[in-house]
Each structure stands twice: as structure tokens, then as C-alpha cells.
């Protein structure tokens, strides 16, 4: 990484996305990948996606995630990028869930994220910083969606705390969050939206932002 934190090419130390699914984290695969980056993809299923590592774990195994990461790291060394997209879509209200199943839902919305920073940053901050992404969605919460408004909203605190603690020694941690459902040919085509993972890696130091709304393409 230079001083500014933009690219420089293949060289550069890859990219870990966890929760690589047909969506977005497949497509922000193939993005850093057609940057010639090294890129592992994590997913509870392998995935097969051409010139990636493909790696199972599920995100709320701690065990079974840390060793998948390291697994990334053995391959191609620590990652200059982590794109946590891992989450738990579904609907509920307040009453449906017991307290188990609210923990479970929290443990994929952001405690697999939680595992992965604290496994991995302070080794990217060794090595000059990085990035750390985090899907977001649910920009304002939702009566029918109790368990993922929750989870959102600990995403968001989660890249404070990430930039408090980490950011001075270069990392920049964000959300990219999505305004609606993903689908590829609508507004918001995966593809497109991978397209944002890949503006916050490059943006330089002094520009952070540390929330991403994306809300369609034109």
C-alpha cells in the first residue's frame, strides 16, 4: 500500500471476502480479481469462481472461519482487503424470534465480522493498513425485519469502533449500504455495486468516508 492508499497493481496483497455468495460477494470477487489481485472467497459452500480461492467456512464458526483465514494468508499472504458480506436476511417482528435465534442472527450479522477484524487487522495495520468493508443494507429499520435492523445497525457501530481503534495505523473500515434488493440487471446489479467495494480501496487517506450509500445505478 502507499502512503495514500491507492494500488499499485498485482503485486499488492490480496483481497478475503467472507460470504461469497451469487451477489455481491462473488461480484466484488471478480472485481479485484480483474485487478489481477489475488482473491480468496469464503462462503459456508465452496464456490467456484475462476482465478479465486475458493474456501469453506461458516462465518459464525469461529474455529472454522479464523482457520479459513489462515488458510488465505498461508496462500497469499496477509490481505490488503476484507470484505465481510456475510447476513442473515430474513423477516421477523418483535415476539417471533427467542432470545437463541436473535443471538444466532447477530452472530452472522456481525459477530463473523468481529472474528475477522480481530484476526486479521492487526496484521494488515503491520503491514501499513488496508481496508476493511462491510456490507450494510437496512438504512432505516424496519418493524418486519427486526433481527436484520439490528444487524445492521451493529455493522455501522462496528466500523466506528474498527476506525477508532484501527484507523490511525491506516486501516479504513466502511459499509457499502444497499438501498434495495439485488438482482443482476436492475439497479442494483451486483456487478455495479462491487464497483463501490473497489472505490473505497482506492480512496486516498485523507478522503475516508466510512459509509457507502448506494442507492440504484442510473
Known sequence: MTDDNTVEGADMPGV?????GPGIGQAV????????LPVALISRRLVDVEGTLALAADSTDEAALT????????EHGTPDVVVYNAAKI????????????????WAVNVGGAITAAAHLA?????????????????PETKPDYVSLSLGKAGVRALVSLLDQTYGAGGLHAATVTVY????????????AIAEEYWALHRQPRDEWIHELDYTGSV
Not at 478475503?16 to 461469497?20: D, K, P, Q, S, T
Not at 482457520?67 to 498461508?74: E, G, I, P, T
Open 16 to 20: 478475503v471476502v467472507i460470504g461469497a
Open 90 to 105: 430474513a423477516a421477523d417482528r418483535i415476539g417471533d424470534l427467542t432470545l437463541r435465534e436473535h443471538q444466532d442472527a
Open 67 to 74: 482457520s479459513a483465514l489462515d488458510k488465505a494468508v498461508a
Open 122 to 138: 492487526p496484521a494488515m495495520i503491520t503491514n501499513g493498513g488496508g481496508s476493511f468493508l462491510i456490507t450494510g443494507g437496512m
Open 180 to 191: 434495495g434488493s439485488v438482482a443482476p440487471g436492475t439497479a442494483f446489479d451486483p456487478d
Open 29 to 36: 470477487g471478480r472485481r479485484f480479481a480483474r485487478e489481477r
